[in-house]
């Protein structure tokens, strides 16, 4: 059963809203209706642009996806969060025989996954008693093609694609749609250190499928044309297995 969200009159937070994609899941937004969205970041002082330019629409919340103190400190200032876009991550890629590979794929795990687990038990009973709503994780692309060069980082994102399923059927049976969000080449501070820049597109382009994706209640974004590709050729797996209620499965699990 597909759930829909449509963000307007909304309550939103986004975490890692400071810059790149989140800070244009931020403004895509505000200006699509939403009332209210608290900017999660780990230095607040990060996020003061953006609050002389919102005012009273955007709070500031100090938010560490490695300290579980922020996450449960910001979902008791959050009570009223109707829409939880996960957007904040750690990119740490080596090959699985470089010197610091375990070093990146612990601090990946962390961050990427433990982090991600945290966020959703601190706001799915929230989510839940404003009515079901919303929550948005940022994967990747990564999550289903793994290059050498990025194992570790493409082993914490397929994990959090896997916690992502988890919670996809989890979350709805409170009535809450789950999205998971695959961009492939965007134009961050990211996709800078992975020299990509120069061929990657806006991040405008995720903010504005995450919305379009809510309305619509799909659970796979792939919002840029690299992601596209993939996730064209994904789709018939995604639909068949993934998306699909596999009863001897369940039987068996």
Do not use: W
Request: charged content about 20%; some cysteine.
């Amino acid at each position: 059963m597909k759930i829909t969200c449509n963000i307007e009159g909304k309550t939103a937070l986004v975490t890692g809203a400071n810059r790149g994609i989140g800070k244009a899941i931020v403004e895509a937004f505000l200006r699509r209706g939403v009332a209210k969205i608290y900017a999660a970041v780990r230095n607040p002082a990060s996020a003061n642009a953006l609050s002389e330019r919102y005012g009273e629409r955007l709070t500031v919340v100090q938010f560490d996806l490695s300290k579980p103190e922020t996450i449960m400190a910001a979902a008791h200032r959050a009570r009223d969060v109707e829409v939880v876009v996960n957007n904040a991550a750690v990119f740490k890629a080596h090959t699985p025989f470089d010197p610091d590979a375990i070093d990146a794929i612990e601090l990946g795990m962390q961050i990427n996954v433990y982090g991600l687990m945290r966020v959703a038990q601190a706001f799915a009973p929230i989510l839940k008693k404003n009515g079901g709503g919303a929550f948005v994780q940022m994967n990747s692309i990564a999550s289903l093609k793994c290059a050498p060069d990025f194992a570790t980082h493409s082993a914490t994102k397929a994990a959090s694609y896997s916690i992502t399923q988890a919670l996809r059927e989890l979350l709805s049976q409170q009535g809450t749609a789950v999205l998971s969000v695959h961009p492939g080449l965007i134009a961050t501070d990211m996709s800078g250190a992975a020299a990509l820049q120069g061929i990657a597109e806006p991040p405008l382009v995720v903010a504005e499928g995450i919305i379009a994706a809510l309305e619509s209640g799909i659970f796979h974004l792939f919002p840029d044309a690299m992601a596209k590709r993939i996730g064209s050729a994904y789709q018939s797996f995604a639909s068949s297995v993934i998306e699909a209620e596999l009863a001897e499965y369940k039987k068996a699990h």
